[in-house]
């Protein structure tokens, strides 16, 4: 019970929770007919053999991932296997009904991460149930929650207009982009990513519910990666085009890399976004048949590396040092200058923190291939001078253009952690 | 094995259902390997054991589901996590072509349930690489791969209208349903099923791209279930609407059920459907927002069982029999006459396996509300008197109505299983 135990100063909506292990252990007792009504609620376990139950007694520490913190989690956090990204719209007017928001979410975030329900269930059968069941019985399974404010929360709706970060501003128009509204903006954003779907989709959906007379839902999208479960090596994973993707991320362990290259300091400008992060959200279409009848060779020298292994042109291995000046025997440069990882790599002095998902949402009605491609997703310090101007390079001269196409686009400013007592967003209000 | 013993005098449309823990101790036996195919199986559950890293560094066995055998993989298979459903049409005519690409496809999915890509890459860097990669390094993930051909298929164009089996024709129109054309129908479909969803989404894109001039996707629909690592106890999955769904399905372990609800038999009309089943797909938007609003009590009215537990109203447990006489103390029938597991256990004569997943399509532009809910797939020895006569019965009465939405169709005649050598409808052709 020490998780409860945890909660018990918080002044969150759900008090004393209950674990999912809570309940395996109750009914083992015989203390959960005793709380939620008898055999309906006792016969849930009753599949179970002993062994399994005390399995699912002890999936806890590596399956949570802790809520509360200096910074949210879900940033630097090891990706999940699944992503159910929403963006919000707020209905009303004025910071206090969205201060009450953002207090809601975070309890009942805190509570998902714990693999707790968003609230407890009273006995009053008429009454609509509290969280809307599909996650019971699973594990936490990795779930981080991450909160942002859109660009449009600062206009005059909530007087945080003098609170913008200076360079927190809607992204330039880039070279090429077919920007479709329904997959672009939103007052809020909220990652949420966990190694299961169901537990991320309902995450998702409670959100929305708890939000209802506050804020909507503006667009969802569901992503994935190769499990780890299908790849225990725990290489980089592949995207769509078969090309590993994710080679170049700075290393996450490193806090001063991280200081440097994530984290929003006090000191930048908005006292409010020390410790959080600026994140970029593009959905990017990959024109996959047409990259499908190109050449190995085309591939290769669109990204400046070879498919199967990951390494740059020229060299070996996947982690290699990419040499933009290492040149064949003929004097041609190994690695072509408009390739995705030329450009990308430039002098190095550009780094961002890439967190990506692929997607895939059946077919495209008009043209009838696939609509599948990247859910790109970035964290920086600064979107102007990493995202913008890495993006404004990419946009103009990147060989990879020929087959992919920006379709939807946001920015959120990612607020620090909470930590417990207080709420995500209560620097900012 | 109490829950079992209890229900094998039962009529119900749950003939000795099989927990996992039955699988667990029939793998422990060697018993399940023998009924199911070997090592494929036996493997399943491994992931429940305390030694995940060592499992993890032999996947190979356990992971791989033989494609070649009496029937095709992927109907009494026990459910991966993900699927990723293809309809495709035929743009040619003639049956040459489609027997052509039917012997591609096969040796491509042989290849793939083995974790295997779709051909060998030659050395020559000029052309389009074989496969499209993205599933290199990953382990087969369970991948089944099922094909069925629509009821189109039998029209003019291939030469096949005499060898429609009698009973395999469109389906009737059902009360409520609103069909919408770009989730109906299409010449052949493709269940492709995975543990990883990289996976299964590289299976569906690369038979897609091997019918190029032959035949080109119609729809694609991808859905999950909650995954093993989830839900380590194994119980019965639950839907979007929070309650256990799956709980009634045929034992698929017992040769002589599936045989009379399952595998067409070559006696039954159509000679070439011997050892194939016919399958019936829905997809059926659920009204969340509404679900969710609505009381705790009504849910369960809705369905007949306990949210909870998904015992029958008035019993204990998931498995206890459902019976529709018993009443409360005031002499009202526990269970609703109208409600879901009412009236889809009936007489207990009509039954079918089903396969279903959830899916989540981000949100409706039109009502901002969530694209959620259930893939509905079954299979049948008889379409009409299975499916057809469930489906009437449910359109028409079921108290679940209220909350879903069918909007999408379609049929297919699953073939037998092939030998190696042969390939998948050469039963047919």
């Given at each position: 019970m020490s998780d409860r135990n945890k909660n018990s100063?918080?002044?969150?909506?759900?008090?004393k929770p209950m674990t999912r292990r809570d309940v395996l252990r109750l009914a083992g007792t015989g203390g959960l007919g005793l709380l939620l009504g008898g055999g309906a609620i006792g016969g849930l376990f009753t599949a179970e053999n002993n062994r399994k139950t005390e399995a699912a007694q002890a999936p806890a520490a590596e399956d949570h991932i802790p809520f509360y913190g200096k910074h949210q989690a879900g940033?630097?956090?090891?990706?999940?296997?699944f992503i159910c990204f929403a963006a919000f719209d707020v209905t009303g007017s004025g910071s206090h009904s969205l201060q009450k928001l953002f207090r809601t979410w975070t309890a009942a975030a805190a509570a998902m991460a714990e693999g707790k329900q968003v609230g407890e269930e009273s006995n009053n059968h008429n009454l609509p149930p509290v969280d809307t069941g599909e996650s019971v019985g699973l594990n936490p399974s990795r779930l981080t929650i991450t909160f942002g404010a859109g660009t449009s929360l600062f206009d005059d709706r909530f007087g945080l207009s003098s609170k913008r970060p200076p360079s927190f501003k809607e992204l330039p128009a880039f070279n090429g982009e077919q920007l479709e509204p329904q997959w672009c903006g939103g007052d809020i954003g909220v990652q949420v990513c966990a190694d299961d779907m169901q537990v991320a989709f309902h995450a998702v959906r409670n959100l929305a519910r708890m939000a209802r007379g506050t804020a909507v839902l503006r667009w969802v999208q569901e992503g994935f990666q190769r499990s780890a479960q299908a790849d225990p090596s725990g290489g980089t994973p592949r995207n769509l085009l078969g090309f590993k993707d994710g080679t170049g991320n700075p290393a996450v362990t490193s806090g001063q890399d991280m200081d440097k290259v994530v984290w929003a300091q006090g000191s930048d400008g908005a006292a409010w976004m020390g410790g959080g992060s600026y994140m970029a959200v593009r959905r990017i279409r990959m024109r996959i048949e047409i990259w499908d009848r190109s050449s190995l060779k085309d591939q290769e020298d669109t990204f400046?590396?070879?498919?199967?292994?990951?390494?740059?042109?020229?060299?070996?291995?996947?982690?290699d040092p990419v040499d933009l000046n290492a040149k064949d025997e003929k004097g041609n440069p190994h690695i072509p200058a408009d390739s995705h990882v030329a450009l990308a790599r430039g002098d190095g002095s550009l780094q961002m923190l890439r967190r990506s998902y692929s997607y895939s949402g059946g077919i495209d009605l008009k043209t009838g291939q696939l609509d599948a491609g990247l859910l790109f997703i970035s964290y920086q310090r600064d979107l102007i001078r990493q995202f913008v101007a890495m993006q404004q390079k990419l946009a103009k001269s990147d060989r990879l253009n020929e087959y992919i196409l920006h379709v939807g686009s946001a920015v959120f400013a990612c607020f620090p952690g909470a930590s417990k007592g207080g709420y995500i967003g209560d620097t900012l209000f």
């Open positions: 100063n918080d002044d969150s909506i759900m008090k940033i630097i956090t090891p990706a999940q296997n400046g590396r070879y498919r199967a292994s990951g390494a740059p042109l020229g060299s070996k291995n996947e982690f």
